[in-house]
């Protein structure tokens, strides 16, 4: 099985900062990795697929990048929509998330 | 636009079949680009892809669940269902629906419904 881990599970910013989530795989999923966002007791989003490709609607501020099995996802100035909880996807083979990162108000 | 609908009983005694079935609307099922998966999330807990079938009937399912799986569509309704059997308190969950964009893998999913929540208790 391709298990896939984030860190940090939580993480505390503030409006505007610049934030990075890291995700990575036990073995190489070369490219094939997705983001989703997930708002309280709403069904998740997808941000990003093909580890960098930025969905249709998705603001410019995220991006991601990585290969083999190293990811991050990047928010630059993050928005109070932003915070919310962040899950990585891997589909090299079936598909796995990670156990999600929670971006939090500092 | 597209949108999905899980519909089901919300409560399933443990060693029963949970039954859920999405409805498709704004779009049809039978598009040949897609595929029509199921996710799941215990509380407080990771995602979990179940399995996902196009329109022709043809599935793939996640290795862990199959042997207790079972997924269908009907195209005339444009719904899709899944069948999971033998259930525990394990298997308590939000359960979603959602087309499924398969170029590797599993692929990805977008978008979703809105999840319904299924508790096994006797």
């Known amino acids: 099985d391709i298990q896939m881990t984030q860190s940090p599970s939580t993480l505390s910013a503030s409006v505007e900062d610049r934030v990075t989530i890291t995700c990575r795989a036990n073995?190489?999923?070369?490219?094939?990795l997705a983001w989703y966002q997930q708002r309280p007791g709403k069904a998740p989003k997808l941000l990003i697929s093909?580890?960098?490709s930025l969905e249709s609607g998705v603001p410019s501020r995220f991006s991601g990048s990585g290969s083999g099995t190293e990811f991050t996802l990047t928010i630059n100035s993050l928005q109070p929509d932003d915070f919310a909880t962040y899950y990585c996807q891997q589909y090299r083979k079936y598909a796995t998330f990670g156990q999600g990162t929670r971006v939090e108000v500092k | 636009q597209l949108q999905l609908q899980e519909s089901g009983p919300g409560l399933v005694k443990p060693s029963e079949t949970l039954s859920l079935t999405c409805t498709v609307s704004?779009?049809?099922?039978?598009?040949?680009?897609?595929?029509w998966g199921w996710v799941r999330q215990p509380p407080g807990n990771d995602l979990e892809w179940i399995g996902s079938?196009?329109?022709?009937?043809?599935?793939f399912y996640n290795p862990s669940l199959k042997s207790r799986l079972n997924i269908s569509v009907d195209t005339s309704r444009n719904q899709f269902s899944l069948r999971l059997s033998s259930v525990t308190a394990a298997d308590t969950a939000v359960y979603y629906c959602a087309r499924n964009v398969v170029d590797y893998g599993a692929g990805t999913f977008v978008p979703w419904g809105r999840g319904t929540l299924v508790t096994v208790s006797s």
């Open positions: 073995e190489s999923i070369t490219n094939w």
């Open positions: 079938i196009y329109y022709t009937g043809s599935t």
């Open positions: 093909k580890a960098s």
């Open positions: 704004g779009g049809s099922i039978s598009s040949s680009d897609y595929y």
